[in-house]
């Protein structure tokens, strides 16, 4: 019975984020297609991320490595997503449990996945964390330090840089976040001639903002509160 509630609030919540998505694409002549929903499913109890898959939910993100732990086992077969901060001494319990890092912050970071991938011969798919609205509380690259990098990114060999994520500042005006989302884009578009890889992905877009970061190009929106709404919190 509780299932059965819960899946139709969930239900009720996907159908209207993903016309909110569809109006958005609509508006600047994208695809809805070009656009995965990573369901943000941190605070939210393990008998209700199962429901996930059902609605065909199957690409699921963490902010916290431990979350993940603990969550990724009871889930394997969806696609993980990382997109909170990763410390170095969690890379080697972490990344085998995900298949796509949004939060890679730091030339450190970077550098110590791409040594533990090439011991371990995997490749690691990572998403460089941009702080685009330059708040010192929030990790992620400076936007003028991406272009000197490049050099650097392009060294590497295990770890496979496939585009740009960034947070927006949190504000009541949403159209505000608009000059964040397309900073990133701009950057990605700098970048990309400079690296042999497509950097095909913009992970931008929360509950909040997700209409405009559609708009300014997100092919990754990581959305929670607004999919989870009226769910109990664990
Ligand atoms: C929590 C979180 C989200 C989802 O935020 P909502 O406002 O709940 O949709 C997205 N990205 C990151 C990095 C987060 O930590």
Redesign the pocket.
Known sequence: MQDERQLAILQTNLQRIRERIEGACARVGRSPAEVTLVA?T?TIPIEVVTILPKLDLIDL?E?RPQELWRKAPVLPNVRWHL??HLQRNKIERTLPLVQLV??VDSERLLMAIEEWAREQNRIVDVLLEINTTGEVNKHGFPPERILPLAPLLGSLRAVRIRGLMT?AAFTEVIEDTRPNFSLLRTLRDQLRPELSSPLDHLSMG???DFEIAVEEGATLV??????FAGIKKG
């Open positions: 943000v941190k993100g902010n997109i909170g949004h939060s947070m929360m509950s909040n990581r959305i929670g509160t607004a999919l």
